[in-house]
């Protein structure tokens, strides 16, 4: 049975920093693309950013891109969202997601396979 479990959220100020850690358990990790996707409330989820199998990551705006980076560790099974410089339009509920290869990567809610239950981000201005 696979397990997706985030961790890491919480209250922050504006210019902080938080570290999110999704651990995934019951699957091959290295075989997976593990993605970021956010949802604000009222809003639909989106895309945060995602990194592949060989470890190449891309994000959904610039402005993500120049502020978070996203990681990978195969040996524990775990994925980071490394955010820096939060804005209060960043405050949203966080979620880790797996899609298996060989299929190809995608920025897509509905292409991913499994998802942990999500992890609180606030940020006060």
């Known amino acids: 049975q696979v397990h997706v479990v985030e961790s890491g959220g919480g209250l922050v100020q504006a210019g902080g920093s938080l570290r999110l850690s999704c651990t995934a358990s019951?699957?091959?990790?290295?075989?997976?693309?593990m993605a970021w996707f956010r949802q604000a409330p009222g809003k639909e989820r989106e895309f945060v950013g995602r990194?592949?199998?060989?470890?190449?990551?891309?994000y959904n705006t610039d402005s993500v891109k120049n502020r978070w980076t996203i990681s990978r560790d195969s040996a524990k099974n775990t994925v980071y969202l490394q955010m820096d410089r939060l804005e209060p339009n960043d405050t949203a509920v966080y979620y880790c997601?797996?899609?298996?290869?060989?299929?190809?990567?995608?920025?897509?809610?509905?292409?991913?396979?499994?998802w942990g239950q999500g992890t609180q981000v606030t940020v006060l201005s």
């Open positions: 990194i592949d199998w060989r470890g190449s990551s891309i």
């Open positions: 019951g699957l091959s990790f290295s075989s997976y693309t």
């Open positions: 997601a797996a899609r298996p290869r060989p299929l190809p990567s995608t920025n897509t809610v509905a292409d991913y396979f499994y």
